[in-house]
């Protein structure tokens, strides 16, 4: 949860990690687990059905379109780690409700773990404090 929330957290990224001098093994496994959370689980799946039929006579022009060239696609994860960082005055989930256009896919998975808190701090204070209500 931890990892997922550095590179989740507009203000930190992946560059908190090399900031901080994270050995890069471990910039690249928390790069490829965030990732392929994101594949499996967020990422639009897309499905190709391509049956071609064709004779000889078309062999030509089926070849011909078979060699046109390939659109890079470049994911939402991807172009989010490339873009700039967020300020740090910058609210977190405020700024993925501000760019939810922008990566659709991403900032579901970013509600979906950052909304989660960090630390159980807060519900251990309700039942201390609780303790004090109910004898």
């Known amino acids: 949860m ?3 929330y550095i590179v989740l957290d507009p203000h930190l990224k992946v560059e908190y990690m090399k900031d901080n001098e994270w050995e890069t ?3 690249d496994r928390t790069k490829k687990t965030v990732s392929e959370l994101y594949m499996t689980l967020y990422a639009p799946q897309e499905t ?3 049956n071609i039929e064709y004779n000889s ?3 030509d022009l089926v070849s011909h379109i ?3 060239r390939r659109i890079e696609t470049v994911s939402e994860f991807d172009r989010y780690l490339n873009a700039d960082r967020a300020q740090a005055l910058c609210d977190t989930l405020n700024w993925w409700k501000r ?3 922008e ?3 991403l900032s579901n998975m970013a509600k979906d773990y950052l909304g989660v808190p960090a630390t159980s701090a807060p519900a251990e204070r309700i039942f201390s404090s ?3 209500v109910i004898t």
């Open 2 to 4: 931890f990892v997922i």
């Open 25 to 27: 093994q471990w910039v």
């Open 48 to 50: 190709q059905n391509t």
């Open 57 to 59: 006579s078309n062999e």
């Open 66 to 68: 078979s060699k046109r």
């Open 99 to 101: 760019h939810e256009k």
């Open 103 to 105: 990566y659709p896919n």
């Open 130 to 132: 609780a303790a004090d």
